[in-house]
């Protein structure tokens, strides 16, 4: 895959410092960052989140989903350990984009799940594409990870892509009465796993 990397800047936040990475898909035109902690260089596994951008969680602090307390128990997790990377990929609501996104929302406001609502607008339940992580992490110098998911499918892509994942992380977090239907429906029809152990065999 194509990617061209763009630059590098420091990035404090509250939830630690990080640099940030920024990259350019040039067969999309979409942006993704990476943000890193400390040296990611050598043998030692990176403790490491692939976030996939939501507006309505990440910068909106939406209660529908548990994507804003995840990237920012992430975020708080890779700044503890002084030593790690958030990639941030832009593929908004599973892949379909913002303004169907909201359609979606309309279709679970009316009783749909949010796998039922992405069927009904003609979409798959996960459009997401994680190829974008093996340019970006060979860039950075990553090839074994510790992944901060619960779903299974994220260790499998990374592992195809040829990215090492020598441990599995579960981040339970963000949990309410407004997404307790989500987060079933992300366990029961998507096979994320919601258990607090979470070493990968």
Request: net charge negative.
């Amino acid at each position: 895959m194509a990617l061209k990397f763009v630059e590098s800047s420091k990035l404090p936040t509250s939830l630690g410092d990080f640099v940030i990475h920024g990259f350019e898909d040039p067969d999309t035109g979409k942006e993704h960052v990476a943000l890193t902690v400390g040296d990611l260089t050598g043998e030692a596994p990176v403790l490491m989140r692939v976030h996939s951008e939501c507006l309505t969680g990440d910068a909106l602090h939406s209660l529908r989903c548990d994507c804003g307390a995840q990237l920012d128990e992430a975020m708080r997790r890779i700044a503890a350990a002084g030593r790690g990377v958030v990639l941030y990929l832009r593929q908004e609501g599973r892949g379909i984009g913002l303004m169907n996104k909201i359609r979606a929302y309309r279709l679970q406001d009316e009783g749909a799940d949010t796998v039922e609502a992405n069927e009904r607008l003609g979409f798959g339940p996960d459009l997401r594409d994680y190829s974008i992580c093996e340019p970006m992490l060979a860039h950075l110098g990553v090839r074994r990870v510790r992944l901060l998911t619960n779903n299974p499918r994220k260790v499998e892509a990374l592992e195809a892509l040829g990215i090492e994942v020598v441990e599995r992380l579960p981040l339970i977090t963000g949990r309410n009465p407004h997404n307790a239907r989500y987060l079933a429906t992300k366990a029961g029809k998507l096979g994320h796993l919601m258990e607090e152990g979470g070493r990968w065999e």
